[in-house]
């Protein structure tokens, strides 16, 4: 009874506001979901889901339509890798959430707290059709680098109550030049130290009565993070490595099969190198594509085919934005794979329904499909291209305003600029 | 020039008009000093372009066009041009042209990949007037990103030091061509640049130092002390000139040159300053002293002062999608760079970025995109501008490139679709004449000396 109260409350909590019918129609609408590409189709909200979707979808009388004749209708984008709910002005420290450099709390930290529906950052990822993304922790131990691990991700709304959509959807960890230097300057100081933190943790696990009587040795972490690790060791939270050379990858390939541990790998800028065994491990990537320059000893072999060769292999594939606030150049990004090689159809999943599976977040959002949130972007035109803009951003079903603060700059010092007034000082 | 008549057909009329401006001699300051420019563009067959869409750089857009290139320049451009006998053809049905890309601001070769402490040669952040250092000086001709930034259709770029200091030292005008010493890129007789920053990053640096700047107006103290020591110096010069260059010289001082040389027009002023405010203190710090802004650099709150800007003929060097990682690009837009436009002012989309810099095409595909959206009315061929055109002019070379003009500098990019959008791909680039990309060609791929050798080179970038 207890447990169906709270079940009851939970779906109170994160019901759809919107209490409204809208139907898009007579756009080409890209599903990502079973129902595939229709040429010209009708999609039915209501209450904040989505009810139908097909090319004769009858438009109810109450329902408020939003034409999407010559345009492309696609589901809302999921944002990997962001800073999104977290972050104001990166040189400001007191606006920046992305990450601590208290020592006792690397594994523990929870980007699912604090998080900011109000950041101006939020509008501007909107306009760039994103509605959905994962809040990602960002080390802040510079200059000692003494956490092992950054945190524990988390997916958000970008609109509607309440922002966090599900806490804890990844442990962030890097590994390779930035691991080494945390455990001391070495990569194999790293994976050692990687392991015997497990070995740790699993001991905790049998042993928390004791531990809370003081009966135990002492463990390296605090219990906060070895209590955070524990989803993690019984392969239930993925642990998300940024990694990038190949020999690094494989590395966390086989740490990760010694140890039980589910992975999505992040960076990957060799990735290209062992797709066949990236894709044989079948763990997901996270990659920029234009991330092509040999930026470190570890991305020598970056290329702009890295995203076509991967996704070639059979690895699940998800594209990410250009950080903090330039996560709107994600549909860009994923352009520019197709543009070196990627099939279309793979660039749009790499931004929707690809993500949304890697995070767990597929029952929900990632396609256009009955039953799963209202998330709808419509575009004037291929979403991929420089080109294009959004015209209408739906989330949970309620149409956002096309605005941001940005947007409202512009309009205050257009005018002026449009019809100067003879004499006026600007 | 009567042999170039001859094929010049239906060509548009300022074609003419431009023949003769490519024959003007380089502004003052041109003159080689020490460290002078050993490129020298190989010899190189006539190619002729035909049948694409041109954008010409000067605002127009030719469809079905040709465009002739002999003796490393613009020979013609225009629709119905005949294609002499000897010319290599290249078809470009279905394609289109456009200058040369030109990045204003790049920091390749200072701040090269990789990015390891040896390689971080782009702040002197010692003292915030470092006036006497030079970025050439600081090129590593090595950086891989030359080549991945031609790939990008980027055949000059201006590569400055960084912005620690108040005054960061002179900036470079590079060819990108391989090439294995820095003299062998330089632009020839192209103007040097003297990078000033305002704002953020000076006060930042040495304030966090306990040492002066530490406000803005710290910084504006330390502009002002530096033109009248300027100043000083180059009066004792003149002095010692109009004395008829008698008895002993004033010593000479490498730092007081660069700003000397400012005052003398010689040297062009490219300045990193991003608020509205402070673009306007330095418009009248340059009032006080008598020298020109030529460009303000990354100026997110350009368009606050757009029709300022335009009246001082100062340009604008931006981007469409960085904001906010600091106070003051907090109030960036993606329509800062056609707003400046509108405005009738000089408008450049610039990098700043070695990943940028392969795709200035598609960011100011987006400015132009986003300005059309909020109801502006930007044309391809004036948007392109912000790329060639206007770079080219706040460099001091807009009389050798940025447009195809016959006489003209041939700097000329191929792309496989709109040059706007996200999947159009630098098929051919051409500098000054010589073939120097050719996506279908692995030679163009050889990696810089640094990646020879390296794992996971058998793919393109």
């Not at chain 1, 597929?362 to 972007?377: C, F, I, N, Q």
């Not at chain 1, 419509?378 to 991929?384: A, I």
Request: proline share 6%.
């Amino acid at each position: 009874m207890i447990r169906l109260g709270v079940l009851l409350l939970a779906l109170a909590a994160t019901a759809p506001a919107a209490a409204e019918t809208i139907a898009i129609t007579g756009g080409r609408i890209v599903t990502m979901g079973p129902a595939g590409e229709i040429a010209s189709g009708t999609l039915l909200i209501r209450d904040g889901r989505i009810a139908a979707v097909g090319a004769d979808v009858a438009v109810p009388p109450d329902a408020t339509r939003i034409d999407a004749s010559g345009k492309v209708v696609t589901p809302g984008l999921v944002a990997a890798g962001t800073a999104l709910g977290l972050i104001e002005v990166r040189m400001v420290a007191a606006t920046d959430d992305r990450g601590t450099h208290k020592r006792d709390l690397s594994a523990a930290f929870d980007a699912g707290y604090g998080l900011n529906p109000d950041s101006l950052l939020v509008p501007v990822a909107r306009l760039g059709g994103i509605t959905r993304a994962i809040a990602t922790p960002a080390y802040d131990d510079a200059p000692g680098r003494e956490l092992l691990f950054a945190g524990q991700a988390a997916a958000v709304a970008l609109a509607g109550r309440p922002m966090l959509m599900r806490r804890g959807v990844a442990m962030v960890l890097e590994m390779g030049e930035g691991g080494a230097e945390r455990a001391g300057g070495a990569r194999g100081a790293e994976l050692v130290m990687l392991r015997a933190l497990f070995a740790e943790v699993r001991d905790y696990k049998m042993r928390r009565t004791a531990y809370d009587r003081g009966e135990t040795r002492d463990y390296t972490l605090s219990r906060a993070d070895m209590e955070a690790l524990i989803p993690v060791i019984e392969g239930r939270m993925p642990l998300l490595v940024t990694v990038n050379r190949a020999s690094d990858i494989r590395d966390a390939l086989a740490m990760a099969r010694g140890e039980g541990v589910k992975l999505i790998l992040e960076g990957v800028a060799e990735g290209w190198r062992i797709a066949g065994e990236i894709a044989a491990a079948n763990v997901p990537v996270l990659v920029t594509p234009i991330e092509n320059t040999p930026a470190s000893f570890e991305a020598l072999g970056a290329t702009l085919a890295n995203a076509r060769r991967l996704a070639d292999a059979g690895v699940l594939v998800a594209i990410e934005g250009n950080g903090n606030h330039r996560e709107r150049e994600m549909r860009y990004n994923a352009g520019n794979a197709v543009a070196n090689g990627l099939d279309w159809r793979a660039g749009l999943a790499a931004i929707t329904i690809n993500p949304a599976r890697i995070f767990g977040l597929a029952d929900r959002v990632g396609s256009l499909e009955a039953g799963k949130d209202g998330d709808v972007v419509v575009w004037d035109g291929d979403p991929l291209d420089t080109l294009t803009r959004p015209v209408a951003v739906l989330i949970r079903g309620e149409r956002q305003p096309m605005t941001s603060r940005a947007t409202e700059l512009r309009d205050r010092y257009l005018p002026a600029i449009l019809a100067p007034i003879e004499g006026e000082t600007p | 020039m009567g042999l170039r008549l001859k094929h010049l057909g239906e060509c548009v009329r300022w074609a003419l008009l431009a023949a003769a401006m490519g024959m003007a001699s380089g502004p003052a300051g041109a003159a080689e000093g020490p460290f002078p420019s050993t490129y020298r563009p190989a010899p190189a067959a006539p190619v002729a372009i035909v049948g694409a869409t041109i954008l010409t750089g000067t605002g127009a857009e030719i469809a079905n066009a040709t465009l002739l290139i002999r003796d490393g320049r613009v020979e013609a451009v225009g629709r119905g041009v005949a294609v002499p006998d000897g010319y290599t053809r290249v078809d470009g049905r279905g394609k289109w042209v456009t200058p040369g890309i030109i990045d204003a601001h790049s920091h390749l070769g200072v701040y090269p990949s990789p990015g390891t402490p040896s390689h971080q040669d782009g702040n002197e952040a010692v003292a915030p007037n470092t006036a006497e250092v030079w970025a050439e000086h600081s090129v590593w001709p090595q950086d891989p990103k030359f080549r991945l930034a031609r790939a990008g259709g980027v055949t000059t770029l201006l590569v400055l030091p960084g912005s620690a200091n108040l005054f960061g030292g002179r900036s470079v005008t590079l060819k990108n061509v391989p090439s294995v010493t820095t003299q062998g890129m330089k632009f020839p007789g192209a103007p040097y640049g003297l990078k000033i920053a305002c704002g953020e990053n000076p006060k930042r640096v040495y304030g966090g130092k306990g040492r002066a700047p530490s406000t803005r107006m710290g910084n504006v103290a330390g502009y002002r002390k530096a033109w009248i020591d300027a100043a000083d110096y180059a009066r004792k010069w003149d002095k010692w000139e109009n004395d008829g260059g008698n008895g002993n010289p004033p010593k000479r001082d490498l730092q007081f040159e660069t700003l000397a040389g400012v005052l003398k027009g010689e040297i062009l002023v490219q300045n990193h300053c991003y608020r509205a405010d402070e673009m306007a203190v330095m418009i009248d710090i340059a009032r006080e002293f008598g020298f020109r802004i030529s460009a303000f650099h990354h100026a997110n709150e350009a368009y606050k002062i757009a029709p300022l800007l335009a009246r001082e003929n100062i340009c604008v060097a931006t981007w469409a999608n960085s904001w906010g990682a600091k106070m003051e690009s907090l109030d960036g837009i993606e329509e800062n760079a056609p707003m400046i436009d509108a405005a009738g002012g000089c408008a450049i989309i610039h990098s700043d970025d070695g990943l940028l810099i392969q795709r200035l095409n598609q960011e100011a595909g987006i400015a132009m995109a986003a300005a059309n959206h909020a109801g502006l009315s930007v044309s391809r061929g004036r948007a392109i501008r912000w790329i060639t055109a206007n770079p080219a002019k706040a460099l001091g070379i807009a009389d050798r490139v940025g447009t195809l003009e016959p006489g003209k500098m041939a700097d000329v990019v191929l792309w496989s679709a709109d040059p706007f959008s996200v999947y159009a791909l630098a098929e051919r680039v051409w500098i000054d004449g010589v073939s120097m990309w050719d996506r279908g060609d692995p030679r163009y791929r050889a990696p810089s000396d640094f990646l020879l050798g390296q794992p996971g080179q058998e793919f393109p970038r």
